[in-house]
T-cell receptor, first 113, second 112 residues
Framework: DGGITQSPKYLFRKEGQNVTLSCEQNLNHDAMYWYRQDPGQGLRLIYYSQIVNDFQKGDIAEGYSVSREKKESFPLTVTSAQKNPTAFYLC????????????FGPGTRLLVL | EDKVVQSPLSLVVHEGDTVTLNCSYEVTNFRSLLWYKQEKKAPTFLFMLTSSGIEKKSGRLSSILDKKELFSILNITATQTGDSAVYLCAVEEASGTYKYIFGTGTRLKVLA
């Protein structure tokens, strides 16, 4: 079955620690996106990538980093510079052609210890 | 600055009622508007609208776009408790790259 997988489902971060959230897709999609969702809020764009080895900052990129070394994978690192990382993180992808829906992964819930 | 605004923020109705959710937008390079339903997990796709005045319909849900007035509505008729969710509106924007701008969502609760 084609789709997007995210792992882990839940992640706990200690202060000063960097953590990496995984996002993998087997849809052969060119474009991938990371969003953050806080309780009662919509989705805010962290980073997005239209093609391998290229990515752009979204609206709230500070404290986060990404890489796009393979078409199928777009991992997100939450660095220690992100002071309030507790949120629900969603990864999405599209073919990149435009005028299409995004396919979403199941999400990772990050909690700070 | 591009933005998408949804109203109301929350809504409580009884089963059988009809609801209308609103989404207005100010986006420089509009490509499409999308509606999603979210129930404590990943959003699920409902509709994509690209042309003004053409209603999209799926069962009890329907949606229409007005590109002149820059808004869309999502109607749900004969609501059921299973319609309780957050409804998200997103606008696809194209300025060299494609990205999606989301509203804060409307939280709908349907009481039995």
């Amino acid at each position: 079955d084609g789709g997007i997988t995210q792992s882990p489902k839940y992640l706990f971060r200690k202060e000063g620690q960097n953590v990496t959230l995984s996002c993998e897709q087997n849809l052969n999609h060119d474009a991938m996106y990371w969003y953050r969702q806080d309780p009662g809020q919509g989705l805010r764009l962290i980073y997005y990538s239209q093609i391998v080895n290229d990515f752009q900052k979204g609206d709230i990129a500070e404290g986060y980093s990404v890489s796009r070394e393979k078409k199928e994978s777009f991992p997100l690192t939450v660095t220690s510079a992100q002071k309030n990382p507790t949120a629900f993180y969603l990864c999405a992808s599209t073919s990149g052609a435009g005028q299409e829906t995004q396919y979403f992964g199941p999400g990772t819930r990050l909690l700070v210890l | 600055e591009d933005k998408v605004v949804q109203s109301p923020l929350s809504l409580v109705v009884h089963e059988g009622d009809t609801v209308t959710l609103n989404c207005s937008y100010e986006v420089t390079n509009f490509r499409s508007l999308l509606w999603y339903k979210q129930e404590k997990k990943a959003p699920t796709f409902l509709f994509m609208l690209t042309s003004s005045g053409i209603e999209k319909k799926s069962g009890r849900l329907s949606s229409i776009l007005d590109k002149k007035e820059l808004f869309s509505i999502l109607n749900i008729t004969a609501t059921q408790t299973g319609d309780s969710a957050v409804y998200l509106c997103a606008v696809e924007e194209a300025s060299g790259t494609y990205k999606y701008i989301f509203g804060t969502g409307t939280r709908l609760k349907v009481l039995a």
